[in-house]
């Protein structure tokens, strides 16, 4: 069984920095291309960034592009989501996913697109 648990979230000032984490664990964890999502109240959840099981490969929503910054670990168990330039907008819960692919897998960007979610952790940035 495969588990995804975020961590990082927390509060920062507008300007400011924050970096979440997203474990993955379970048989063939390393194998799992990862997507981060957010949902702020009252909206749908949308796409952030995403990464290629093997981290060569990412894409950004463009909202946080020149922003944010996804990276895995070498075991690329765990994936981070650098964030900087917080502003109000990304005031949000945000979800870590993990879908099992193979090495060829584009990186995909639909939350459908994905099996293993975590709880989510908030990141709330005020002004």
């Known amino acids: 069984q495969v588990h995804v648990v975020e961590s990082g979230g927390g509060l920062a000032q507008a300007g400011g920095s924050l970096r979440l984490s997203c474990a993955v664990s379970g048989p063939s964890a390393s194998r799992y291309s990862i997507g981060w999502f957010r949902q702020a109240p009252g909206k749908e959840r949308e796409f952030v960034a995403a990464?290629?099981?093997?981290?060569?490969?990412?894409n950004y929503a463009s909202v946080v592009k020149g922003r944010f910054t996804i990276s895995r670990d070498k075991e690329r168990v765990i994936v981070y989501l650098q964030m900087n330039n917080l502003n109000s907008e990304d005031t949000a819960v945000y979800y870590c996913?993990?879908?099992?692919?193979?090495?060829?897998?584009?990186?995909?960007?639909?939350?459908?697109?994905?099996?293993?979610w975590g709880q989510g952790t908030q990141v709330t940035v005020s002004s």
């Open positions: 990464i290629s099981r093997s981290g060569g490969a990412t």
């Open positions: 996913a993990a879908r099992s692919t193979i090495l060829t897998d584009p990186v995909r960007t639909r939350a459908d697109e994905y099996t293993h």
